[in-house]
């Protein structure tokens, strides 16, 4: 694959906004949650824009620390991601749909089930989303004390994807002959046992569906630390990060492609998508305004629980000068390291003292945030494709369905009259709608 003029872009499908005071506003649903009605007309949204996937964010806990901050957030009564989408799969057509799934709180042969009937109800558009567990509370819902160390996660995960991997690959293409004439329905010599015994998983298989349309459902990964970066450069097609500046996000691309290379792999098999936030209004003023008005609605103590949260619980800025500035580094965190690391260089680069670090993680978490005009926020897209930051973005609303809306109706016409965005779907699978090769099957004499 090369890379075309074109990027790629998804959508960060949340039920309010990624603002934390987002479900506030008065036209946002206030059930959403768990209206699935809502996330079709998102989904529906972004189809008609042709944007390449959906992406279902998830977690298998409630993340706040005590009820005065659960009593005050908006996303606690959210769908699970593959059942949420396989319910979309009957609505949508073209786009991708991404669901979120730990590695350290499921099992590979129920996970590569599900994602491989997700892949056949919607016709080759699945891709799964691969995390590490990264937040303290999901230990305790698993008959756990505390997470696993953040590098035994990642040991445990790739072992895992291998696991789901060699399952899809347990039937061959046209294993299923379904021949009623000779009652034969099956050509066993096209089946293959996995017969996994590893470190942490121990699988027979073969898998009790027959292998995906697109061979293997997409891979996307989000995880930015070392751990991450290596875990990415062996599996990952598709790459979620946060990357707030320019010069970082070429770093980050460049290490990225380098370390897949290194590994046999082509460049252009690693597509690296960094969130943006954009807030946009016709004007630079309408803009602001717009931001204003969703942190007006944020609660002082859910901005503080979020940044600790964020920083990977090893704060307590209840008991911190705020007007201070923020420390260079703080102690390792056995949660989501890449993103305390990015806070705290964004925090750096720009001299922020804590109550400005902890208003920034309400607004963005880190990631791109651009508030202006089409424009401006057009401009900044383009110049990290083209400066090679980024294949592509995973836009993250910062309230919807207003603010996709307006990054639909003002911003994609801008990056289509330059030559960076599609007008329509290319292919009917989410690998060739990204460019990406159908993988072969590891046990047929042409793998």
Do not use: C
């Not at 590490?132 to 230990?139: D, H, M, P, R």
């Not at 998983?201 to 073969?206: K, M, Q, W």
């Amino acid at each position: 694959m090369r890379r075309k003029g074109e990027m790629k872009l998804g959508l960060y499908l949340v039920q309010a906004g990624y603002n934390e005071g987002a479900w506030r506003h008065p036209s946002v649903p206030a059930a959403g949650g768990v209206d699935v009605d809502h996330f079709a007309h998102l989904a529906a949204l972004a189809e008609g824009a042709a944007f390449h996937f959906v992406f279902l964010p998830d977690s298998p806990s409630v993340v706040e620390r005590d009820n005065a901050n659960i009593a005050r957030v908006g996303r606690n009564d959210s769908f699970e991601p593959i059942t949420l989408l396989s319910a979309l799969s009957s609505k949508t057509e073209h786009i991708g749909l991404v669901a979120t799934a730990t590695t350290t709180y499921n099992q590979p042969y129920h996970l590569a089930r599900m994602i491989a009937s997700l892949d056949y109800l919607s016709r080759g558009r699945a891709a799964w989303n691969i995390v590490t567990s990264g937040n303290k509370f999901e230990a305790a819902n698993f008959s756990e004390e505390n997470l696993p160390d953040h590098d035994k996660r990642y040991e445990v995960a790739r072992e895992f994807v291998e696991v789901v991997k060699g399952l899809w690959d347990t039937w061959e293409d046209d294993a299923f002959v379904r021949d009623k004439k000779n009652g034969i329905f099956a050509d066993t010599k096209k089946l293959h046992l996995l017969n996994h015994r590893g470190d942490h998983f121990s699988v027979r298989g073969p898998l009790n569906i027959a292998r995906p349309p697109q061979g293997h459902p997409v891979l996307v990964q989000a995880g930015s630390s070392d751990a991450g970066i290596k875990f990415a450069a062996e599996f990952a097609e598709v790459v979620f990060t946060a990357e707030p500046s320019l010069e970082s996000g070429k770093s980050y691309y460049a290490t990225v492609k380098e370390k897949a290379r290194a590994l046999g792999r082509e460049g252009d098999e690693v597509l690296v998508m960094p969130g943006i936030v954009p807030i946009v209004g016709r004007t630079k003023q309408e803009a602001s305004e717009k931001l204003k008005m969703l942190q007006s609605y944020t609660h002082s103590d859910v901005l503080i629980e979020t940044a600790d949260r964020w920083l990977g619980f090893v704060t307590d800025l209840r008991s911190v000068n705020l007007d201070s500035f923020v420390p260079e580094s703080l102690p390792q965190t056995n949660f989501i390291q890449s993103r305390q690391k990015v806070l705290l260089a964004l925090a750096a680069r720009q001299k922020m003292t804590w109550r400005q670090l902890i208003r920034l993680i309400s607004d963005s978490r880190g990631h791109l945030m651009v508030v202006g005009t089409p424009d401006e926020v057009a401009d900044a897209m383009v110049e990290a494709f083209d400066q090679y930051a980024a294949d592509g973005f995973n836009l993250i609303p910062a309230i919807v369905p207003s603010g996709l809306k307006d990054f639909i109706e003002l911003v994609i016409p801008e990056l289509r009259r330059r030559g960076r965005f599609r007008s329509g779907y290319s292919g009917q699978t989410l690998r060739e709608n990204l460019d990406l090769r159908r993988p072969l099957n590891r046990f047929t004499p042409a793998a």
